[in-house]
């Protein structure tokens, strides 16, 4: 049985002044039924009018939701006045009736934060033998970082799963977008290592056998260490404290706030991991404006913790081979400009170590159109100064291959992605080389 409840827009309520109410205050409440066992979800419509992520003191609202009188999570409503869909797990339910309530969280919430509308509301469920019930029945549910709480800082935005098959096992990887790491790497090398400023950290994957059962669960324990998951489940959801401030986790212990995104479907195996957030465009706006908030945009020509309004970078998106530790960058070159700017801004930190579908981003002297870029390169280097016999002879093996541009992207002026109408062709280099990538389509007019 897939069913749903919706809440119509006419009966939203606004909730003020609740200064003298306490720290909780029901928003709305429902009673629902259930013939069998299943997961239930909730795509929750909301708004806090009051409040704005890019504003200290305003940065947002938060609703605790609990099922049947027992604390199921809390959300927080990072996207201020516009009202935004939060998609949620409320998790394992049995047949019969049940009820789900959502309350204000003032303690929880921004100082300014006043007032909550609840815009829609729709259940729905999803049971044993359909097909998404095993991805979504053992999705794992987040305690926040404790240094987070009240800071408005590193918050979970979404969750996707990638499906695997291993023989006749099933495997499934759960993956979160953090609106930004606190730890880790610094700002301006996670633009040009990563191509963003939001934190992409696997949680967990969970092997099922041919029968349903699971064989184990791994997790990304601190310093990015595989570990296998022998802390407490909720049903057949596994619990995890996000436990070091680069995001990763721990399967030990719990926090004040508890965090459970619906995981939604991906498919990653010709794509990177940032087409999640094109194929979710608000996340761009949210990360720049956490970005505003922590005072990390600058006007400055710098390095580390500040770097440029996002609507100064190019974005690019590359299927590409490093081999024998080579390291690629990438360059672009403006109508009318002589200059060459470069995704790795000269550091050989900069560049990028690792093979597959990744993004980068090259910052630019100023917000330009679509027509202005004339060229794109690739360069190939090694790392280092290889000295030794063994290094000598890895080094000048090292080569770099673009297989292709899959995206070239700028933020417009509502900090949204925007694709360009670009093609560029391949290129195959070895170490210490650099080249062109021919121009197939659109380009300066």
Request: glycine share 6%; with cysteine.
């Amino acid at each position: 049985m897939t069913a749903s409840i919706k809440k119509p827009i006419a009966l939203a309520i606004v909730l003020l002044c609740l200064c003298a109410l306490g720290n909780a205050q029901t928003i709305t409440e429902q009673r629902f039924q259930l013939a069998a066992e299943a997961e239930a979800l909730l795509d929750l419509t909301a708004s806090a009018p009051s409040t704005n992520w890019r504003e200290k003191g305003r940065e947002a609202a938060t609703v605790t939701i609990s099922v049947d009188g027992h604390y199921q999570q809390d959300v927080i409503l990072f996207d201020g006045a516009r009202p935004h869909t939060y998609q949620l797990l409320l998790g394992r339910l049995q047949p019969g009736a049940h009820t789900y309530r959502i309350e204000f969280n003032r303690a929880q919430s921004a100082a300014q934060a006043s007032s909550v509308e609840i815009k829609d509301a729709k259940l729905s469920f999803v049971e044993r033998g359909q097909p998404e019930f095993a991805a979504l029945s053992h999705a794992p549910l987040l305690y926040a970082r404790a240094n987070t709480i009240g800071k408005f800082s590193d918050v979970p935005l979404l969750a996707y799963y990638e499906t695997e098959r291993r023989g006749g096992n099933t495997l499934y990887r759960y993956t979160v977008i953090f609106s930004n790491e606190d730890g880790g790497t610094q700002t301006s090398a996670l633009m040009a290592r990563w191509g963003r400023t939001t934190d992409i950290e696997y949680v967990c994957e969970t092997e099922l056998d041919a029968q349903g059962r699971v064989v184990k669960t791994i997790f990304q324990g601190i310093s990015h260490k595989d570990t296998e998951f022998g802390g407490k489940y909720e049903a057949e959801h596994p619990m995890f404290l996000t436990a070091s401030d680069n995001n990763n986790f721990s399967d030990q212990g719990t926090s004040a706030l508890r965090f459970a995104p619906r995981p939604l479907p991906f498919d990653l195996t010709k794509a990177s991991r940032e087409s999640v957030m094109d194929a979710h465009p608000w996340t761009y706006r949210v990360m720049a404006d956490e970005m505003a908030r922590e005072g990390k945009l600058t006007e400055e020509r710098t390095l580390g913790l500040r770097i440029a309004d996002f609507r100064r970078y190019l974005f690019i998106d590359v299927d590409e081979t490093v081999r024998n530790g080579a390291l690629v960058s990438f360059a672009v070159k403006l109508k009318g400009d002589p200059k060459w700017y470069p995704s790795d801004l000269g550091i050989s930190y900069y560049k990028i170590e690792r093979s597959g579908f990744i993004r980068t981003t090259i910052r630019l002297p100023q917000a330009i159109k679509p027509e202005q870029i004339e060229r794109l390169a690739a360069r190939c280097d090694v790392p280092g100064n290889p000295r030794s016999r063994e290094e000598i002879e890895k080094a000048t093996s090292a080569s770099c291959e673009v297989r292709s541009v899959n995206k070239v992207l700028l933020l417009d002026d509502a900090l949204q992605p925007r694709a360009l109408k670009l093609c560029f062709g391949a290129a195959a280099l070895a170490f210490g080389e650099a080249a062109e990538l021919p121009m197939k389509c659109g380009g300066p007019r």
